[in-house]
């Protein structure tokens, strides 16, 4: 799921601030693949000292060379949506959510501000003439223009990530605001998930049962009509009336799923912060090849395909750390192209320095 990136990031943020003053975190989060030869990354760097962050946008060819780089300060990048002509861009700032359009040469259209709070990626999708973007208080929808269509109340009242839209339905999971509380607790954000279909008048269509809950956590994707989310160590292929007509076990608690043909790509975090990750590849539920990046000091948190390659991005520790936990350290973007059979073509470490200007 996307976007487990940004909640890692914003957990480490925290953590951080009771360590070196010298600390800078930059990490990508998001990937995607704007054409057989280029890419758009976005990621944030947190300076600690400061106690703030900036978002960055960067556009990477395939052969990992920056053609440019948008830095947006205080404020993190949500998510980013490719455009015929343009990009859409969703920040989150202190206390609003601020939309920007952009062309593929990196300039800046216009900026509109919306006085709602969004806390992770999924909480935005696309739709075929609209955003749909799901705050915790309000659920609203914005034109390719930046114009506010609607504002309505959340109808479930809790915080919403959309799995996908089928037949004029979304289909979401929601959690209880564990942001909004004093004991804050990141590991145990996903425990009170329930899945939900729900109509485009915002009406509640189908809540599902417990027992079912239960297995819902952070893997989740939309693959034609069969909805594929898991956890312990099960991948779950429901129906858009949210029955589980599949299941099959795996040997690990996944994070991120790619999806390419009939070749599924896995990433997964050894721990919830944690260096080590690996990715694998199945086909017809078979393994046909595996990475691993224990030692590395890297974290993998997302992945796109680009032609006939496989782009991951994440980022590495800079300073050798005694522990699997990167808070107190700096870190670096880290990118990495493998082809389709799981072999390296090329990877790349980027510094603050060099990709942020301001």
């Known amino acids: 799921m996307r976007k487990l990136g940004l909640l890692i990031i914003m957990f480490l943020l925290l953590v951080s601030c009771g360590h070196n003053d010298n600390i800078i975190i930059l990490s990508g989060h998001i990937v995607k693949a704007i054409s057989e030869n280029n890419i758009l990354i976005s990621g944030t760097e947190y300076f600690n000292n400061k106690h703030t962050s900036t978002a960055f946008l960067t556009k990477i060819s395939k052969n990992g060379d920056i053609f440019w780089t948008k830095s947006f300060y205080k404020s993190y990048v949500m998510n980013y949506f490719l455009e015929k002509r343009y990009i859409s861009i969703f ?24 006085y709602v709070i969004v806390p992770t990626s999924d909480c935005i999708i696309k739709e075929e003439n609209c ?26 009242k809790k915080l919403w990530r959309f799995i996908a839209k089928v037949d004029n339905k979304y289909i979401l999971f929601a959690y209880d605001d564990r942001f909004a509380t004093d004991d804050y607790d990141f590991v145990n954000i996903y425990k009170n998930l329930k899945l939900y279909s729900i109509n485009k008048d915002l009406d509640i269509l189908i809540s599902d049962n417990d027992e079912q809950s239960s297995k819902i956590r952070l893997l989740n994707y939309a693959y034609g009509n069969r909805l594929i989310i898991g ?6 292929y429901f129906d858009n009336s949210l029955n589980a007509n599949h299941v099959r076990k795996t040997d690990n608690n996944f994070q991120k799923l790619l999806l390419d043909k009939d070749l599924e790509i896995f990433i997964k975090s050894n721990d919830v912060l944690g260096f080590g990750n690996f990715v694998r590849a199945y086909r017809a539920e078979s393994l046909i090849w595996e990475i691993f990046l224990q030692g590395e000091k890297v974290v993998i948190l997302d992945g796109a395909i680009l032609d006939d390659n496989i782009v991951f991005v994440g980022y590495k520790a800079i300073k050798k750390i005694d522990t699997v936990h990167l808070y107190g350290h700096s870190s670096n973007l880290y990118v990495a192209c493998y082809n389709k059979s799981g072999k390296l073509l090329w990877k790349k470490e980027v510094t603050p320095q060099k990709l942020i200007k301001y």
């Open 91 to 114: 920040l989150q700032c202190f206390d609003h959510l601020k939309y920007i359009k952009m062309d593929y040469n990196g300039n800046i259209i216009y900026e509109k501000k919306f």
């Open 131 to 156: 955003y749909t973007v799901a705050g915790i208080k309000f659920i609203l929808k914005i034109d390719f223009n930046g114009r506010l269509i609607s504002k309505l109340n959340n109808p479930i």
């Open 231 to 236: 956890d312990n160590n099960e991948i779950i």
